[in-house]
């Protein structure tokens, strides 16, 4: 497509996704952005879930997007990290969608130190932090191994030293080899592999050694590998590290339980030498014997005081003085227990004698007597009072009879009351003409009113009342 210009001259007319394709091609085709070497500091490192690596590699003046693919990254030693300056070895490329070109990296180096020790640091601070250096997990190793294991290549000049210097040593002792490769990108599985058979066998083994003659770095790295650390703190049995020579350090020799300087040093540790093991027999003998003859020298001092003791010398003289003490515990006995026997049997004897004086048929006969007699006295003394109470309540019946006021009104006599009252009526001038009044007879009580007033007084007292 193409559109005319003022000056006559057709120009082309891109779509975006022509413009950045265009851009792409001149990008790709261009030899020094093809295959370039580019140094900055790492920054907004994202290690994506898809194994992905993206980030922006950046200088003072300038920066620029950078993505790592997880085919490409996987073979990093090291893990890149914010900050970090690296060099990277990639090509220049336009990401469609964003149009926006960035570097596609195929291989990352730390700048100015080495992939492999950066590698080394971290993994050492790692496990360090893990508790996997730490002086508590060291175990001792057995002072006299009879089956020792090795884990190291089966064709090297470390398994014939191991062999010659423990044959030299400690000859009672039985070698195991697992072989492994000890360099190379699969000698780590290698080396995990050994441990875990010399692990599994049925006849286990005492103390393993693992280790590999001198070599670079990267010859020696397969010590470094995770895998292989946490294989050796994992050994069920003590491990020793023998890598390399005395200035090579690995990450193996920090997690074992003991390190070696050399192959031949470890096989030094693990065996005893035959010398000192006769050199510790004679002293063991000879502290052996030392100790039987202070023992025998020191049983017949014994004997020989025991011989001069009195008891034994003269055994009847202290069997005298015993029984002598007995014969005072037995007087002491009799005088605390015969004596008061006799006494109470002797008071018991008094007593029988004394109850067979009394007599005690006749007291109970007399006693039997005596009771009926005050039986009797006593039910003619209750007879004469109840006899004596009722005549006495018979007079004083008699008595509140003649005092009974019916008594009187039954012989026609009669009480006036003011009527509703119980106020006894005595004179004629209590009652006028028309006042209620109550006359009590024997009876019973009638009301009754006055009429007139006829009173006939004979001597003083009225006698005659119309009512």
Avoid at 185 to 201: C, H, I, N, P
Avoid at 327 to 355: F, I, N, W
Wanted: hydrophobic content about 35%; some cysteine.
């Amino acid at each position: 497509m193409s559109t005319p210009m003022p000056n006559g001259v057709e120009a082309q007319v891109f779509t975006v996704t022509q413009l950045n394709r265009v851009i792409k091609e001149r990008l790709e085709s261009d030899p020094r952005l093809v295959q370039c070497h580019v140094s900055g500091e790492i920054s907004n490192f994202k290690h994506h879930s898809s194994g992905h690596m993206y980030f922006t590699l950046k200088d003072e003046q300038s920066r620029i997007r950078a993505v790592m693919f997880a085919g490409r990254n996987r073979r990093l030693r090291f893990r890149p990290e914010d900050g970090m300056r690296v060099v990277c070895i990639g090509a220049i490329g336009v990401f469609d969608r964003d149009g926006q070109y960035q570097l596609y990296i195929d291989d990352m180096q730390p700048d100015g130190v080495g992939a492999l020790y950066i590698r080394f640091e971290q993994l050492r601070n790692q496990l360090q932090a893990e508790g996997l250096f730490s002086p508590d997990r060291k175990r001792p190793l057995p002072p006299y191994p009879t089956r020792i294991g090795v884990v190291t290549s089966a064709t090297g000049a470390v398994i014939r030293d191991i062999y010659t210097t423990i044959e030299r040593r400690y000859p009672l002792s039985k070698i195991i080899l697992a072989p492994a490769a000890v360099q190379g990108t699969e000698a780590a599985k290698t080396l995990v592999r050994g441990l875990r058979r010399l692990w599994s066998l049925q006849e286990s083994v005492d103390v393993i050694i693992i280790g590999r003659g001198g070599g670079s770095l990267e010859e020696l790295w397969p010590f470094n590998e995770e895998m292989v650390a946490r294989a050796v703190a994992a050994s069920p049995v003590p491990v020793v590290s023998a890598v390399g020579h005395e200035t090579d350090v690995t990450i193996c020799d920090f997690v074992a339980d003991v390190r070696a300087a050399t192959p031949t040093a470890a096989a030094e540790l693990v065996a005893p030498h035959r010398q000192d093991i006769h050199y510790q027999l004679a002293q063991a003998v000879s502290r052996s014997y030392g100790a039987v003859t202070g023992k025998l020298k020191g049983h017949r001092q014994r004997l020989s005081d025991l011989r001069e003791r009195p008891v034994l010398r003269q055994p009847a003289r202290i069997i005298q003085v015993h029984r002598q003490s007995v014969d005072y515990m037995e007087s002491r006995v009799r005088d605390g227990l015969v004596r008061p026997m006799r006494q109470a049997t002797k008071q018991l004897a008094d007593s029988e004698r004394r109850l067979a004086r009394v007599d005690l048929h006749r007291r109970l006969v007399t006693l039997r007597y005596r009771t009926q007699t005050l039986a009797q006295q006593s039910a003619q003394l209750t007879k004469r009072q109840i006899e004596q109470g009722g005549a006495k309540l018979d007079r004083q019946i008699a008595m509140l009879e003649a005092m009974n006021p019916l008594r009187v009104l039954r012989r026609g006599y009669s009480v006036v009351y003011d009527e509703g009252q119980n106020r006894i009526i005595s004179s004629i001038k209590d009652l006028p003409p028309g006042k209620r009044i109550d006359v009590r007879v024997a009876d019973g009580t009638v009301t009754a009113q006055v009429t007139t007033e006829k009173g006939v007084y004979s001597g003083g007292e009225q006698t005659k009342l119309d009512i």
